[in-house]
């Protein structure tokens, strides 16, 4: 052994000796490693590893043959953690950590013994795809918290990720950053070059960075970290290795500014003509360092008109459809604003309440459906909006929004949207190095009403709360909680109005809640507590109460669906998470949820199981299963201001599977089926999708959605005096049947230049018939609930809807960028009867006249 390291040393030193002399530039795949301890000195003690000032700057050209890498300390203890966690590499894979006054620098050397098998493919900036990989996770605060990541394959695509609450992804952050790529016979290189201006750090002369390098072999999904990521702990940052070294940087000068101007054409309806105006408009973004920590956003005129359209829906259910955002400016860094209850399996879901929800801002003008016309605009113009966001060394954090939005006057002048301004604020004190904090929010919206909108809009509405975090136990627990009020003001139409919505429903009949047709402001609280395992071991849970005073109000700025409620629930999950005879990873889920109102009136109760397992060959198989109200529950939503009325007993199913992501084309398929009201309802679903690679630059993906289903008790209108025991609250049978097809398609020409396109074709058609109205509503016999009604024929409704989003994006400059973006909308909706007919629908959706937008828009990044 000793001679073969006598052997190894002297052929290394001889080729680094043969290099300098004749100045030959040589590949790093063989070197020796200079002297670098990374390993930790005890167990408790993370890696360490060791970033080296350099007078001369590598050349950013994906190759480790420039002399500035050679002498950069060595950090190679990877490890791979998933399937086989600790298992030996066959994957070598090193990295080297340089830098200077401006930037950092990081080399990664993939080995791989098969280079020719390496998965390269293109694809637009921060967009996935089923390639190699190289994950570098900076906590630059060393808060084991936050953190930065910067991600490109061996084509040189880039992706970027602010990570906040220790493992949430805020994909927005876009940072300006380069990074060089090669595939040679070795394996790959990666070779970074990142501004010190595009990440946070504290402003001690000695830093101390958390480090977490991930690889992904596509071809055979092993993952490969340094430190070893252990899957059964709670989050990631808080497990990097420790980078130390760098000292003695100068404050970089954070200033960008991104002007931009854009033009578009779009259809108008005029009288009975379409025509198409045109509108230019001059704007720009604003990002400034106010110190190392501190960064104020700025966007004066946005236009999110590259942003792709939401999903079609035809929402018949009493509540709000909730839409994830999708606008940059409201993406990035949305995490600080965040106060809310978890939902779903143990984490949080979309549709969650929160008192803040950025859809609000630009909103669809609100009393557009009473004052306006086919010519009102579907949003509302954002005049200006400024973020002023930081964390510093001791652990606060703050967040503050403020943006404006203009007045939207529609024919005549009536006003369909006042000029509003919103406003949050968000801190939060982190102690015990992110083992818990306190955090507290308040949120305002402004209006300045006139006499068309004061009797339909409140003029303001405010809430304000306190939170609170703490991990417990080795780090796998946690305990959280919070408290909230709100207070809504205006006319006293306008607040009745409040009451009777179909957040509050004071109205009711049997809710035991006062309606004050008099009041001019409406007042509530919201508090929460949960508590949960999310690490250590084969199993998780998370068990959480809830209660919403019947007038708490955030929807202002907010999301709520109802107030007057009190919700628990529990999860339980079983995880492998260590490969078997036939599985790489499975999950088992258990969850038990049940709600009532604040006086006790139990809504709704059921339990669900739902499993997860990927097989060796990486596809996926999933199954669960829902049982809803076995006990007597009541809805006090179903009657929209009605008494409470008995739910019915019902189960539901959906499975699916997910195919191999590593082949040419990938076919998903999901389905599921429900039952309820005795059999008189019932539904059935199907979900088919397949994801196809041409080649390494074109991409595809085509779903479709088809479903069929009778709903017994469809809510049709409730006539007669409102409150009064004539009040006829009125339900039919709805036969329904909906499609929808979802396509997508990906051309990169280069990571900087790509052409993408979203098209969605939506019908849906329903037949309503058996027409009854509210009996006995608390019954437990159905036909005592429903007794008939003789309202005549009840109808039916034909809704046609089609979006597609057509955008060519030329990043021609780093941080500057060129957009051609051709958007497209039909929709109609008849309230007729209609079966659904596969030939008629989809093509009376396309003889639909369109409407276009078309849109050029040039950005430009200035960093002075």
Not at 47 to 65: E, H, N, Y
Not at 209 to 233: C, E, H, K, M
Not at 450 to 469: F, K, M, N, Q, V
Not at 484 to 513: C, E, K, M, N, W
């Amino acid at each position: 052994m000793r001679r073969q390291f006598r052997v190894f040393v002297c052929a290394a030193v001889t080729a680094t000796a043969a290099a300098s002399a004749v100045g030959a530039q040589q590949s790093l795949a063989g070197a020796t490693p200079p002297a670098s301890r990374t390993r930790a000195t005890s167990p408790a003690e993370p890696l360490r590893g060791t970033a080296m000032r350099t007078a001369t700057a590598p050349v950013i050209d994906g190759k480790d043959t420039d002399a500035a890498w050679r002498d950069a300390p060595l950090i190679s203890d990877f490890l791979e953690y998933e399937p086989n966690p600790g298992a030996d590499l066959r994957f070598k894979t090193e990295l080297r950590v340089l830098y200077d006054d401006r930037y950092l620098y990081v080399l990664g050397r993939m080995h791989d013994p098969a280079p020719d098998s390496i998965i390269s493919l293109l694809s637009r900036r921060d967009t996935r795809t089923e390639s190699e990989q190289l994950k570098l996770v900076i906590d630059s605060y060393h808060d084991g918290r936050t953190a930065y990541q910067f991600i490109t394959n061996p084509a040189g695509v880039k992706r970027d990720f602010y990570v906040y609450n220790d493992q949430i992804e805020d994909p927005s952050w876009d940072a300006v950053w380069d990074v060089g790529t090669s595939i040679d016979e070795h394996g790959w290189v990666a070779e970074f070059r990142i501004p010190f201006s595009q990440i946070r750090f504290n402003g001690e002369k000695e830093k101390t960075f958390g480090l977490l390098a991930v690889r992904d072999v596509a071809r055979t999904r092993q993952r490969i970290s340094w430190p070893l990521y252990q899957r059964n702990r709670q989050g990631y940052v808080s497990q990097a290795g420790v980078l130390v070294g760098i000292s003695d940087i100068p404050e970089p000068r954070r200033m960008e500014f991104t002007p931009y101007l854009v033009g578009k054409t779009f259809s108008r309806l005029s009288g009975n003509k379409w025509g198409m105006p045109s509108d230019k408009t001059i704007g720009g973004d604003a990002k400034i360092g106010l110190a190392s920590n501190l960064t104020l956003d700025a966007t004066m005129n946005p236009d999110f008109g590259q942003v792709e359209a939401d999903p079609a829906v035809l929402n018949l259910s009493a509540f709000e459809q909730f839409y994830s955002e999708r606008r940059p400016f409201f993406i990035e860094g949305a995490g600080i604003y965040q106060f809310g209850p978890n939902c779903g399996d143990g984490g949080d879901d979309a549709g969650c309440p929160s008192l803040f929800y950025s859809r609000r801002i630009g909103r669809a003008p609100q009393l557009a459906g009473r004052y306006g016309d086919a010519s009102s605009p579907t949003a509302t113009r954002i005049l200006g909006a400024t973020k002023l966001s930081g964390r510093f060394a001791n652990g606060l954090s703050i967040g503050v929004m403020d943006a404006m939005t203009e007045g939207v006057s529609g024919p005549g002048g009536k006003t369909l949207e006042p000029r509003t301004n919103y406003g949050v604020a968000r801190v939060r004190q982190e102690f015990g190095r992110g083992q818990g904090d306190i955090g507290a929010v308040f949120t305002a919206t402004d209006r300045s009403l006139d006499s068309w909108s004061e009797p339909y809009l409140r003029s303001s509405a405010y809430t304000g709360g306190i939170d609170g975090r703490r991990r417990l136990w080795s780090n796998n627990y946690e305990l959280r909680g919070f408290v909230a009020v709100s207070r809504v003001a205006g006319s006293a139409a306008a607040i009745a109005s409040t009451q009777r919505s179909s957040v509050h429903q004071y109205q009711r009949p049997d809710a035991g809640l006062r309606y004050d047709p008099n009041r001019t402001s409406l007042t509530g609280d919201w508090e929460a507590v949960s508590f949960s395992k999310f690490g250590g071991g084969m199993t998780r849970f998370s068990v959480n109460y809830d209660r919403t005073s019947p007038g708490f109000e955030m929807n202002d700025v907010g999301f709520q669906s109802r107030a007057d409620q009190q919700n628990a629930s529990a999860w339980y999950q079983v995880a492998w998470q260590r490969p078997g005879p036939w599985y790489r990873m499975g999950f088992l889920n258990f969850n038990h949820y049940r709600g009532w109102t604040t006086n006790g009136l139990p809504v709704y109760s059921g339990g669900n199981v739902n499993g997860h397992v990927q097989f060796k060959n990486t596809m996926w198989a999933h199954l669960g299963i829902n049982l809803n109200n076995i006990e007597a529950t009541y809805d006090d939503r179903r009657a929209r201001g009605g008494p409470a009325v008995r739910n019915s007993p019902s189960m539901n199913f959906w499975a699916g599977v997910d195919g191999d992501q590593r082949k040419w084309y990938t076919p998903n398929v999901f389905f599921g089926g429900a039952r309820g009201d005795a059999g008189r309802s019932h539904h059935v679903w199907v979900n088919p999708s397949v994801n196809m690679r041409a080649s390494s630059r074109f991409s595809a993906e085509l779903g479709m959605n088809l479903s069929k289903g009778t709903d017994a008790t469809q809510w049709r209108g409730n006539y007669g005096v409102i409150g009064s025991d004539t009040t006829h609250y009125t339900f039919a049978k709805l036969k329904q049947t909906t499609l929808g097809v979802t396509t997508r398609l990906n051309l990169t020409a280069t990571p900087e230049l790509t052409l993408q396109f979203y098209a969605q074709p939506f019908v849906t058609t329903g037949t309503y018939s058996d027409w009854k109205q509210l009996g006995r509503s608390r019954a437990a016999s159905f036909t005592e609930r429903y007794v008939p009604y003789n309202g005549g024929d009840p109808g039916g409704f034909n809704f046609r809807q089609f979006r597609s989003n057509t955008v060519l994006r030329w990043e021609y400059m780093p941080g500057s960028a060129l957009f051609l973006v051709w958007q497209q909308g039909r929709e109609a909706y008849d309230a007729v009867a209609t079966n659904f007919d596969f030939g008629r629908d989809p093509r009376d959706l396309f003889g639909l006249h369109p409407q276009n937008t078309f849109l050029v828009k040039l950005s430009y990044w200035l960093n002075p």
